[in-house]
């Protein structure tokens, strides 16, 4: 095709550039588009995997706290339990075998124990709450944590070093195939340094 002064093919050959150009960035938007579609969806799937990774610790850890809870919860209605028992034994043998002196001692002794169960009580309840928030602070603390490590694992550097490290131990690994293979092949009893 010869070039000519003709307006009508230079402006269809303006279009036809112009429509190849257009074609050319559709393409290479489509291809592009889906290749960053799919790096954000393998992004996603393990920052997936680590969240999980990472609520089962939380839920095992939940889960045992829970038990502990309910296992003291028990054994203090056993001992509430034992107690009530012992009074009840002590005010039958006061007001049925001892004299008026053993009886107001014995009474004497059971409202000191009974004072003395009091502050058992509370110093068990403080010990409980200062626990609790013990937990709660351990509890805050994984989630910061799990936080930070989420934010770490987001980053593009690291996700570069982790992909990295990848090969290269898949790479380790087809090496060593390779060498017991070739290893089984010749005979060797060991293999090769």
């Known amino acids: 095709m010869t070039f000519t002064s003709d307006p009508r093919d230079l402006f269809i050959l303006i279009f036809a ?3 190849l150009l257009s074609i050319g960035i ?7 588009g889906r290749k960053f579609r799919r790096l954000a969806e393998d992004r996603n799937q393990r920052l997936f995997t680590i ?3 990472l609520n089962d610790f939380w839920d095992a850890h939940k889960v045992g706290l829970e038990k502990e809870v309910q296992k003291l919860r028990s054994r203090i209605e056993q ?3 034992l107690n009530e028992n012992y009074r ?6 006061g007001l049925f075998g001892m004299r008026r002196k ?3 001692l014995v009474m004497a002794l059971l409202t000191e124990n009974e004072a003395l169960e009091e502050r058992l009580y509370r110093a068990t309840r403080k010990l409980h709450e200062e626990r609790d928030e013990y937990l709660n602070d351990d509890l805050r603390r994984i989630s910061y944590n799990r936080m930070l490590l989420s934010e770490l694992l987001s980053s593009e550097n690291v996700q570069r070093e982790i992909q990295k490290v990848l090969r290269d131990t898949d790479s380790m690994r087809r090496m060593e195939l390779k060498a017991l ?3 089984a092949g010749a005979g060797w009893s060991t293999p090769p340094e």
């Open 181 to 183: 293979d070739g290893t």
């Open 79 to 81: 001992l509430e339990t």
């Open 26 to 32: 559709a393409l290479g938007r489509l291809w592009w």
């Open 51 to 53: 969240e999980r990774a």
């Open 88 to 93: 009840k034994k002590l005010a039958k043998v």
């Open 17 to 19: 550039a112009a429509a």
């Open 102 to 104: 053993e009886s107001h």
